[in-house]
């Protein structure tokens, strides 16, 4: 018998014992293989036709083959041994099962990624409260006493002077008023709407907002170099911004900020809607009144804002249709991220 003779023996009878469903049949692996006219004592005996210089290696080998041979019939004797219990028997000869891998969801992978942009050009993360006070979320960013968003139909009310942030806005507030000029943040986080939930809306949402204040002149140019820079980042090194004008009553002037279409680049498509672009956030150069609310002195402070919703980059960024994808942890979605 050869070497590669006795590995084939081994494979077969190792072999044999996996495949063995009882007990007995385990028992006639046992004894064609290490019984007293077994296949093991047989080899053992061929040794003295091996010649001499092979004989401790071809030894070897056969006292390997019978321990593992034991081995695995004692192994696999156990399963068969034990009375099994009822229903909660752990079944050994099932195949594994593998785990499936986790993914990082969209939200956090947006706010991630926008930290580590908006770090590069110096903006250190800052966090607020999900509970706010009427000072914070509207009278200090400039909100009329009267306004609309104020209203028990779209602003979540705990109490007469508690609510739910409606938008990270007040984390500026909160801010200002307890740090000095210069500020530099970005504040990711929850936001709160009575808004009936469809494919683009949803009653808890997240938003970031930026926050960048100075005692040297901070201009709208400056806003916009470093919306352009967050734009090329996130989206890709062809993407734009552009202005357009608009209202809010925590900056003046205020605008509207577009990015260019991602997916045409501009040309036109179905997902910009055929104009080439697609709206981001809001933002501006702080409002003086604000200014005169947390105590800075307006004449001696310059500043810009921006927000927008993190749902919408990263609808747009990774192709989501419904933002409520995002909510339900539905495996086969997060799987399709990975
Ligand atoms: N808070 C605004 C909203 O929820 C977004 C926003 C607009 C934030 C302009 C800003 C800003 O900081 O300057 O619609």
Same mark, same amino acid.
């Given at each position: 018998?050869?070497?590669?003779?006795?590995?084939?023996?081994?494979?077969?009878?190792?072999?044999?014992?996996?495949?063995?469903?009882?007990?007995?049949?385990?028992?006639?692996?046992?004894?064609?293989?290490?019984?007293?006219?077994?296949?093991?004592?047989?080899?053992?005996?061929?040794?003295?036709?091996?010649?001499?210089?092979?004989?401790?290696?071809?030894?070897?080998?056969?006292?390997?083959?019978?321990?593992?041979?034991?081995?695995?019939?004692?192994?696999?004797?156990?399963? &068969?041994?034990?009375?099994?219990?009822?229903?909660?028997? &752990?079944?050994?000869?099932?195949?594994?099962?593998?785990?499936?891998?986790?993914?990082? *969801?969209?939200?956090?992978?947006?706010?991630?990624?926008?930290?580590?942009?908006? =770090?590069?050009?110096?903006?250190?993360?800052?966090?607020?409260?999900?509970?706010?006070?009427?000072?914070?979320?509207?009278?200090?960013?400039?909100?009329?006493?009267?306004?609309?968003?104020?209203?028990?139909?779209?602003?979540?009310?705990?109490?007469?002077?508690?609510?739910?942030?409606?938008?990270?806005?007040?984390?500026?507030?909160?801010?200002?008023?307890? *740090?000095?000029?210069?500020?530099?943040?970005?504040?990711?986080?929850?936001?709160?709407?009575?808004?009936?939930?469809?494919?683009?809306?949803?009653?808890?949402?997240?938003?970031?907002? =930026?926050?960048?204040?100075?005692?040297?002149?901070?201009?709208?140019?400056?806003?916009?170099?470093?919306?352009?820079?967050?734009?090329?980042?996130?989206?890709?090194?062809?993407?734009?911004?552009?202005?357009?004008?608009? &209202?809010?009553?925590?900056?003046?002037?205020?605008?509207?900020?577009?990015?260019?279409?991602?997916?045409?680049?501009?040309? =036109?498509?179905?997902?910009?809607?055929?104009?080439?672009?697609?709206?981001?956030?809001?933002?501006?150069?702080?409002?003086?009144?604000?200014?005169?609310?947390?105590?800075?002195?307006?004449?001696?402070?310059?500043?810009?804002?921006?927000?927008?919703?993190?749902?919408?980059?990263?609808?747009?960024?990774?192709?989501?249709?419904?933002?409520?994808?995002?909510?339900?942890?539905?495996?086969?979605?997060?799987?399709?991220?990975?």
């Amino acid at each position: 018998m050869t070497l590669a003779d006795l590995e084939k023996q081994q494979i077969k009878s190792l072999n044999e014992v996996a495949v063995a469903t009882d007990a007995a049949a385990l028992e006639q692996v046992r004894i064609h293989y290490l019984g007293r006219n077994g296949v093991v004592p047989a080899v053992m005996k061929q040794m003295k036709d091996v010649a001499p210089a092979d004989r401790p290696v071809f030894g070897k080998s056969v006292n390997k083959w019978s321990n593992e041979l034991k081995q695995a019939l004692a192994a696999k004797s156990q399963l &068969f041994d034990k009375p099994k219990k009822s229903g909660s028997a &752990f079944d050994y000869t099932l195949p594994g099962r593998w785990p499936t891998a986790g993914s990082k *969801h969209p939200i956090s992978r947006v706010i991630e990624e926008s930290a580590a942009i908006f =770090g590069k050009l110096g903006f250190t993360v800052a966090d607020g409260p999900d509970i706010e006070n009427k000072f914070n979320n509207f009278t200090a960013l400039n909100t009329p006493a009267h306004h609309p968003s104020m209203n028990e139909s779209d602003t979540f009310w705990l109490a007469e002077d508690q609510l739910l942030r409606t938008q990270t806005s007040p984390v500026q507030i909160r801010m200002m008023t307890e *740090h000095k000029p210069p500020v530099r943040i970005i504040t990711p986080g929850r936001t709160y709407r009575r808004d009936t939930t469809d494919a683009t809306h949803s009653a808890n949402f997240h938003q970031l907002e =930026g926050l960048y204040v100075d005692t040297k002149p901070v201009s709208l140019a400056d806003l916009k170099a470093t919306l352009a820079y967050y734009a090329k980042e996130m989206m890709g090194s062809e993407a734009g911004v552009r202005f357009r004008p608009h &209202f809010f009553p925590f900056t003046e002037p205020s605008v509207e900020v577009d990015f260019s279409c991602h997916v045409c680049a501009g040309k =036109g498509c179905r997902v910009c809607k055929m104009s080439g672009w697609i709206e981001i956030a809001g933002a501006g150069m702080v409002d003086p009144r604000v200014f005169e609310f947390v105590g800075y002195p307006p004449e001696e402070v310059y500043g810009y804002a921006f927000g927008f919703g993190i749902e919408r980059i990263a609808m747009i960024k990774y192709g989501i249709p419904d933002i409520r994808w995002l909510y339900e942890n539905d495996v086969r979605f997060l799987e399709q991220l990975r």
